[in-house]
């Protein structure tokens, strides 16, 4: 082949793209985000982003995920437990049961880590979405209590009230209704309110705690005896329970060393936490 029989020469010029081909572009995808509205310091603000534009929330249990959440409470991980239920409320359809669900459980992590206002904010969301769902009495009494660690009595009450008047079968609410009132002199209703908790099952050394100090309040010394006197009795029949299933587990987990060649045994977890009862 002479040299100018190359010059001659064409060379393909391909089949090019198709319309709708997208170039391919190292730059990262815009995201919806008004930077006027973001947290300069929020480093999730993207992750969280990037999680709606890249799982569909039909690809997503919400149910399973406010289910590790839960774990996470009971092993005491409530930082990783508030970010799970975040996760939940937002693969959950907007103004869900489920979405109100998880904001009561996120509220409940952040007053573990007694992070008030956080707590108060996510029962107030819990409450927006629906103020007379299953999971309201719940969101009520926990905002109450968060209230009343912020320093707000009086909102406090209004939402402890609120609690038994959407599920008057709610004991921890009237338990949280009977502290209030005790922490605002009024002892013979605190006294009807811890009388109702324990009559809908709550019968716990706490409550006849609180009960035996509005009775002294009321001059009622003999019964408040009694009543403190039940109290240490179930305080100290819940220690010995206590002490037995730490023995128990260390028997396990002897048996898990033999069985395993040396490894360790798992030690069985409690039962869940009430979904629906959070605090």
């Known amino acids: 082949m002479t040299d100018g029989e190359r010059d001659d020469h064409e060379f393909s010029s391909g089949q090019g793209f198709d319309e709708d081909y997208e170039e391919f572009t190292l730059d990262?995808?815009?995201?919806?985000?008004?930077?006027?509205?973001?947290?300069?310091?929020?480093?999730?603000?993207?992750?969280?982003?990037?999680?709606?534009?890249?799982?569909?929330?039909?690809?997503?249990?919400?149910?399973?995920?406010?289910?590790?959440?839960?774990?996470?409470?009971?092993?005491?991980?409530?930082?990783?437990?508030?970010?799970?239920?975040?996760?939940a409320a937002q693969f959950a359809d907007d103004d869900s049961l489920e979405a109100q669900e998880a904001r009561v459980n996120k509220g409940a992590a952040h007053a573990e880590l007694e992070e008030w206002d956080e707590a108060i904010g996510a029962y107030r969301e819990a409450l927006r979405i629906d103020d007379e769902s299953e999971h309201a009495a719940s969101a009520e009494t926990n905002l109450a209590y968060a209230l009343w660690n912020a320093g707000e009595i009086e909102a406090a009450l209004r939402h402890a009230e609120r609690a038994v008047e959407i599920d008057p079968r709610f004991p921890q609410a009237w338990y949280n209704r009977g502290f209030f009132l005790r922490e605002r002199g009024l002892e013979e209703d605190a006294v009807n309110a811890f009388d109702n908790a324990i009559r809908l099952g709550m019968r716990t050394a706490d409550v006849l705690e609180e009960k035996a100090r509005a009775l002294e309040e009321l001059g009622r010394d003999e019964e408040a005896e009694q009543t403190q006197e039940q109290a240490d009795e179930l305080r100290q029949e819940r220690e010995q329970e206590l002490i037995e299933q730490g023995q128990e587990g260390q028997q396990g987990q002897q048996?898990?060393?033999?069985?395993?060649?040396?490894?360790q045994g798992r030690q069985g977890g409690g039962s869940p936490l009430d979904r629906q009862r959070e605090r």
């Open 28 to 87: 990262p995808p815009e995201l919806k985000i008004d930077p006027a509205k973001v947290d300069p310091v929020d480093t999730r603000v993207v992750t969280d982003e990037l999680d709606r534009r890249n799982i569909a929330s039909d690809e997503v249990d919400v149910e399973q995920l406010i289910d590790v959440g839960l774990s996470y409470m009971q092993i005491n991980r409530f930082e990783a437990a508030t970010e799970t239920f975040e996760r």
């Open 255 to 263: 048996r898990g060393r033999q069985q395993r060649g040396g490894g």
